[in-house]
């Protein structure tokens, strides 16, 4: 398999801009997080789904933020409008089962100017 | 509820031990622990369930106790590659992982 998928690896936007990150889990795991990372607030989950439907999204900073699974095989994290305060490393991983090991992506780095 | 680690960066020689610890102030259900080098993703090392179980492959082991609600990583004769950003995350009984404040590790030559 070829792991977790993430495009796009970079992204530079000015701010207001529509932002649309892209994942693709492993085939055949259930779970799938969205994770942001930046020096200030470390690693920090912001939504995970299993079996394509949102369990928790009380990570999410604010309505600006929204993520979809429309099946198995794909999820988007989109934010409009971008701000420059929404830098940062988009990590998404996913996971088979509900304990063990997460698999992350190799994450997007967006830079909002 | 992000579990604190400590210390918060240290340097080693090739060769020395290094001890990370992870607190909680909430009962846990179980500790997870990555390693992130720069500019790459986290990547697992090895989960810990309830039940004060100690884990390890190679010089890399682990502990947890569960009354102090703390989990404990041994790096036994560190080695250049284990240079990097150690994290903890704890599980308070379902699949949601919140990372700790991490550690920074430096090996030197």
């Known amino acids: 398999d070829a792991g977790v998928i993430q495009s796009p690896r970079h992204e530079v936007t000015e701010m207001g801009q529509e932002v649309t990150l892209r994942c693709k889990p492993i085939s055949g795991h259930d779970y799938l997080f969205w994770y942001r990372q930046t020096m200030m607030r470390g690693l920090e989950l912001l939504i995970y789904?299993?079996?394509?439907?949102?369990?928790?999204d009380s990570g999410m900073p604010e309505d600006r933020f929204s993520a979809k699974m429309p099946n198995a095989s794909f999820s988007t994290l989109k934010i409009q409008p971008s701000e420059p305060r929404d830098s940062a490393v988009y990590f998404c991983a996913s996971l088979a089962g509900r304990q063990g090991e997460q698999f992350f992506g190799p994450g997007t780095r967006l830079t909002v100017l | 509820q992000q579990p604190v680690q400590s210390p918060q960066a240290v340097i080693l020689r090739e060769g020395e031990d290094a001890v990370i610890n992870c607190s909680s102030s909430?009962?846990?259900?179980?500790v997870h622990w990555y390693r992130q080098k720069h500019g790459e993703a986290p990547v697992f090392l090895m989960i810990l369930l309830k039940g004060g179980e100690q884990k390890g492959h190679d010089k890399i082991s682990a502990s947890f106790n569960e009354k102090k609600q703390q989990s404990s990583l041994y790096l036994t004769a560190s080695q250049l590659s284990y240079s990097g950003t150690y994290f903890c995350g704890t599980t308070f009984g379902n699949e949601k992982l919140t990372f700790g404040t991490g550690t920074r590790l430096t090996i030197i030559p």
């Open positions: 789904f299993n079996n394509n439907v949102p369990i928790d």
């Open positions: 909430k009962a846990l259900y179980s």
